[in-house]
């Protein structure tokens, strides 16, 4: 993937261009060819022109799926999270059909390793960004993945919060709080904040606490901005803790439902 800005349309275009032609040379001269047919352009703030080249015309995308990723030239995460709830359903109707003859603790480690996996592969991602809307969602389809475990019907009204608690699975809201947490604790757990700030001993410097950058627009959906707020809220003990299996432990511990 290249990456390239300007401060025009007409620049970001030449770039583009003069960057696929760099490809194209690139790889012939290791004897390979570029295969045009699964080149993407996306533009972000504006619409990419057209690139024919070798008699193939490449078309610019709305979206793009990097890593698993559904990056989206709107900065929304709706199609990504769509998809995932699509895959979290059939997931659901695997367990259902291939664990029918398994225990009730057997679908759920099934639930675990191929509904929770999938969410929490690339959770950072989309998940410290993503609406309420958006959660509920999330929430809705891995409610699926429960009514399976127990055996309930794919319709219905059943109290899933209960029979969730019980199977001590997580809510879409704490796994998103610790993903955000562990990966909070990773960025600063290291970090001295005496030898970065100055002035008097204050109770957020005792509990470690971060100064909160500009929360303003679009900054406040920044995840390395979000990250401070979830570190400001993690108990000192947990940020004192240097080792980090019993971080992500006492972490897990924190957000049980």
């Known amino acids: 993937m290249n990456v390239i800005y300007g401060k025009s349309p007409k620049e970001c275009n030449a770039k583009i261009l003069a960057v696929v032609q760099e490809r194209i040379k690139w790889y012939k001269e290791i004897g390979i060819s570029l295969n045009l047919s699964k080149t993407e352009i996306i533009g972000f703030g504006f619409t ?30 709706e199609k990504h999270i769509n998809t995932l709830c699509n895959k979290i359903r059939s997931l659901a109707g695997r367990i259902r059909v291939e664990g ?50 127990v055996g309930l019907p794919r319709y219905g009204h059943f109290n899933i919060s209960i029979l969730r608690s019980k199977l001590n699975l997580p809510s879409i809201h704490s796994i998103r709080s610790r993903i955000m947490s562990i990966e ?26 971060i100064p909160l950058p500009d929360q303003k627009g679009h900054h406040g959906k920044l995840t390395d901005n979000m990250l401070i707020g979830t570190w400001n809220t993690l108990p000192l003990e947990i940020k004192n803790e240097e080792n980090g299996n019993k971080a992500k432990k006492s972490i897990k511990k924190l957000f049980t439902a």
């Open 48 to 77: 990419p022109d057209s690139i024919a080249i070798d008699g193939h015309t490449i078309i610019p995308s709305s979206s793009i799926t990097y890593l698993g990723v559904c990056i989206q030239s709107n900065l929304s995460w």
């Open 100 to 149: 029918r003859h398994l225990c009730t603790s057997d679908k759920r480690k099934l639930f675990l390793g191929w509904i929770l996996g999938t969410i929490n592969s690339n959770g950072l991602v989309f998940l410290s960004s993503a609406t309420q809307t958006e959660l509920d969602k999330i929430q809705v389809a891995m409610n699926a993945g429960v009514r399976a475990i």
């Open 184 to 209: 909070a604790w990773k960025r600063f757990s290291k970090v001295e904040l005496e030898k970065e700030v100055k002035g008097p001993i204050t109770r957020g410097r005792t509990n470690r606490n």
